[in-house]
């Protein structure tokens, strides 16, 4: 179980993720829901890792999956760039949800 401390949650197996490093939004664009084969991702925002998993979250669900967050590795479970699966676990974790 994973409670919030400031900018840390923190776990009972002293597991610690810091929301409050920096980390961007990205959005691949799509045709028809579907990332465009050779495109660039583009910037959607700029912030913490707790400002950016919040905009991920306020986004369409049905979108969810062109999106991805970059920021520095933290641990295991913080890479540097964050699949939309990653950070729907990281938003359950964190309490985001």
Not at 18 to 28: C, I, S, Y
Not at 36 to 46: K, R
Not at 79 to 90: C, D, H, W, Y
Request: aromatic share 6%; charged share 25%.
């Amino acid at each position: 179980m994973l409670r919030r401390e400031g900018g840390v949650a923190v776990a009972d197996a002293d597991i610690q993720i810091k929301f409050d490093g920096p980390a961007v939004l990205r959005k691949w664009p799509s045709r028809n829901n579907k990332r465009i084969s050779g495109a660039t991702s583009y910037l959607v925002a700029e912030g913490t890792l707790e400002e950016c998993i919040r905009q991920f979250m306020s986004k369409p669900m049905s979108e969810l999956h062109l999106y991805e967050i970059h920021t520095a590795p933290r641990g295991k479970l913080i890479t540097a760039v964050l699949s939309a699966e990653q950070i729907i676990e990281l938003a359950a974790l964190g309490d985001f949800l």
